[in-house]
């Protein structure tokens, strides 16, 4: 609870803050640090602690030394999903967590943790058969004259800190170390986890700068998740680090400016928010003292009855009224968020993994042909991932959702006839917890044991082997050993397999005046085409009553000219006889 | 027996009969819109002026019955057998031979058999069909949570629907009965007036002398 007050504490503050790092990807000199509200809210300037008057040598010396203080923060982070990378679902008991899934991106952990492990919140995972280590013995050299923070018994030091709380703006880990931050001596052609061409941290800066997540601590691993700038989620990219109001209404600089801890609320290092057990909507409460506060849904702020409904136009009433009706059966994300990838930053709609490993003479093939909005060219095939296709301002697949999700994992039983649902969504029309939602459906193609009839997992990061398969560009090689990796059976023989993924939309909102209108749902052909199982006015004009009614206002209107004409041919005198 | 220019349709049975004319085809324009018929008026704006027109003559409508009560005209609706066949038979033959209408008014009976006829079943099964489906509709929040409450909404919005067609049949019919007899204009006339001419009694036209002159015009 401490830690949450401070946070919230800080939210106000935050708002001051500028953040370039978006616009500094492509550097490879620190960026500069974002102006820090030191002492605004805060009872603690971290650049005046003693123990952090110093010049550390690795990333767990400064967890080191934040711990002699935070006392409880390492055990917090090690039970927290940015540290274990493993999730128990409550609604399904699978376990999962980056640790254990196979997605339609970069596909599975095992056997490349250097790379993937590299957004760790911890630093040193190499080994993914084990849990992330707790404690990591890099790095001597402390100045003697301060007392020596090893960890104590019982201490974590591998958990890392300043991933989340460097407001230094320089901090970054490398993308290729497991989680440790550039410094020297530096490997050549070392890129950060954002791409940009690495620096060396400046570890000692960066302990001083402490507080409360920025968008940068968040932004830095989860808008470039899947390999690059918005390839995952498609409502979470580098366009968010400073977004416009039409972005993003919530964290426009110029607007309400909040940061990602602002909703995603967190409470000894347990975040709120969850893509794997999700709340599709929020019986809980709104903010009100005592309600629960570990909720990062729309309603947890806005209640569900979030329309206007006190205006001076009746009519704008009504319209309150009616929009406020429609909370219990549609999400506010399905209106308020009417594209997603907006801003610039194109999001990867499909991945065919099938296609990679052509070379041309030997030589690995890059093809760019998608040119994103801001003139940016992207990848539509590299030899070591296969054919891409990419989406800006991208219209939602729409779906019953009631927050549960079922993952399709490793070990289980697929069947390669038809696409294989990397995570099944639940949800219908007849369950009164379910609301339409707005998805990003992943559209993928991946390597599968043909023979057990389960996906595959495979090796494709790690220059020094022989496997590898972004070095050595067969699949054979790369499936045995990312299979034998993670230690699961193989039967040796290899296909691939359509794969269709689904990311619920809930960033990028709107503001209101470009939400959805009516008509966009209640038409024929209208964005909720593909939904059945209710009724919704707009959608069918030729029902059978509409059609029985057509007909009877049709046989009224003959009826009435077939006696009129009858009146005229067989009358003249007809309507002047009574004067 | 004499024939007098007398007000029968008082200001606020015109009043209700124009504003209830009105707010009908602007039901009947919106709703054949939210039902995706036409798309002159996007969904949202139909939407709320449906609604608002709804509400409006609701709320005429409670004046109305009021009106018809307190007033005693509601008798007018008063189905009766009597002429009822002679007006069939003028509609459906008669009319082509050019006969006379056979019915006059009267002043205390100022729709026909056949007009009080189709009056009655409109007030009687039409429109509380409309307004029972209607409101059922707009209240939908209320009660969703009884079981299959998708499927009943369903049936509520297609009966709602056939109540509407049926509506803009009997429109269709009423506009058309206009040009029959007396001639359109004449029709119409008296619903803007309010008087018409009526066959009056000695005994009627000496009450209205007496009592209430101001429904009787100076001729």
């Keep these: 609870m401490r830690y949450q007050r401070v946070l919230n504490g800080f939210a106000a503050g935050l708002a001051l803050l500028t953040l370039s790092l978006g616009a500094q990807a492509q550097q490879s000199t620190a960026p500069d640090a974002p102006e820090i509200p030191v002492g605004a809210t805060s009872t603690a300037d971290h650049s005046k602690f003693a123990i952090l008057q110093r010049d550390f040598t690795s990333g767990p010396e400064v967890t080191s030394a934040c711990l002699t203080c935070h006392t409880e923060a390492d055990d917090q982070m090690m039970h927290s999903i940015h540290f274990t990378w493993e999730f128990e679902n409550p609604k399904t008991g699978q376990l999962l967590g980056k640790r254990h899934v196979i997605n339609s991106f970069c596909g599975n952990v095992a056997g490349n943790e250097p790379r993937c492990t590299s957004c760790h919140a911890g630093y040193g995972w190499d080994d993914m058969s084990n849990p992330p280590p707790r404690q990591s013995t890099v790095g001597t050299g402390w100045d003697t004259t301060l007392p020596r923070p090893t960890p104590a018994n019982g201490q974590n030091n591998a958990v890392d800190c300043l991933a989340c709380h460097d407001r230094s703006g320089q901090y970054t880990k490398a993308a290729t170390l497991a989680g440790h931050p550039p410094l020297n001596p530096m490997p050549d052609g070392l890129k950060t986890i954002t791409g940009a061409k690495a620096w060396v941290v400046d570890l000692k800066r960066a302990a001083q700068s402490v507080g409360p997540t920025g968008r940068d601590n968040c932004g830095n691993c989860h808008f470039y998740g899947g390999g690059g700038d918005n390839v995952k989620h498609g409502d979470l990219s580098s366009v968010l680090y400073k977004p416009t109001k039409e972005v993003d209404v919530h964290m426009a600089a110029d607007g309400l400016n909040f940061t990602c801890s602002t909703c995603h609320v967190a409470d000894q290092h347990q975040i709120a928010g969850s893509r794997y057990d999700a709340m599709a909507t929020d019986p809980h409460g709104t903010g009100k003292p005592g309600a629960a506060r570990t909720t990062a849904t729309c309603e947890s702020c806005h209640s569900d009855r979030p329309h206007p409904i006190a205006a001076s136009n009746p009519l704008e009433v009504l319209r309150g009224v009616k929009l406020n009706d429609h909370t219990n059966r549609v999400a506010c994300q399905t209106c308020h968020i009417p594209e997603f990838a907006r801003g610039g930053v194109a999001t990867k709609t499909l991945w065919d993994w099938s296609t990679a490993g052509q070379l041309d003479n030997g030589k690995i093939i890059k093809r760019e042909e998608y040119t994103q909005s801001d003139g940016k060219e992207l990848h539509t095939y590299l030899s070591t991932k296969g054919d891409f296709e990419w989406g800006e301002d991208v219209v939602p697949y729409y779906s019953w959702f009631n927050g549960k999700v079922e993952y399709t994992m490793p070990e289980t039983i697929i069947d390669p006839s038809k696409p294989v649902e990397i995570n099944h969504i639940f949800g219908s029309a007849d369950d009164p917890d379910s609301r339409i939602w707005p998805f990003k459906r992943m559209i993928g193609r991946q390597a599968y044991d043909a023979g057990f009839n389960k996906l595959a997992y495979s090796h494709v990061w790690g220059p020094e082997t022989d496997t590898a398969f972004w070095t050595n560009f067969d699949w054979a090689k790369a499936i045995k050993a990312g299979m034998k990796a993670a230690g699961s059976d193989y039967s040796g023989e290899y296909g691939f397999v359509d794969t269709r993924m689904y990311w619920p939309i809930a960033h990028m909102v709107a503001p209101a005046e470009k939400a959805l209108e009516c008509k966009d749902c209640h038409a024929e052909d209208g964005r909720l085409e593909g939904l059945d199982g209710f009724y919704m006015p707009g959608r069918n004009p030729v029902s059978t009553a509409g059609i029985f009614g057509i007909l009877m206002v049709l046989a009224a209107l003959l009826g009435v000219l077939g006696h009129g004409l009858l009146r005229l041919v067989s009358n003249k005198k007809q309507g002047k006889n009574h004067e | ?219």
Excluded: C
């Design chain 2, 1 to 219: 027996m004499s024939k007098r220019q007398v007000k029968i349709y008082p200001r606020f049975e015109r009043i209700w009969h124009w504003t209830q004319a009105l707010l009908i085809f602007a039901l009947l324009f919106t709703g054949l819109g939210l039902n995706g018929l036409h798309h002159i008026l996007p969904f949202g704006p139909a939407a709320m002026l449906h609604s608002a027109a709804a509400i409006l003559l609701l709320v005429l409508w409670i004046f109305a019955t009021f009106w018809l009560f307190t007033t005693g005209t509601w008798r007018q609706f008063v189905p009766t057998l009597d002429g009822l066949f002679g007006v069939v038979r003028y509609y459906a033959y008669g009319v082509f031979k050019g006969e006379q209408p056979p019915y006059l008014k009267i002043l205390w009976r100022k729709h026909n058999p056949l007009q009080s006829l189709s009056y009655l079943g409109l007030k009687i099964a039409v429109f509380p069909m409309v307004w029972i489906t209607g409101i059922l509709y707009m209240t939908y929040n209320f009660w969703e949570t009884v079981p299959n409450a998708g499927f009943y909404l369903n049936i509520v919005a297609n009966l709602h629907l056939l109540a509407a067609y049926i509506v803009a049949a009997f429109v269709v019919i009423h506009i058309y009965m206009l040009t029959i007899g007396h001639g359109f204009r004449a029709h119409v006339k008296p619903m803007i007036t309010g008087y018409d001419e009526i066959d009056l009694s000695p005994e009627e036209e000496a009450y209205l002398e007496k009592d209430e002159p101001w429904r009787l015009k100076k001729s």
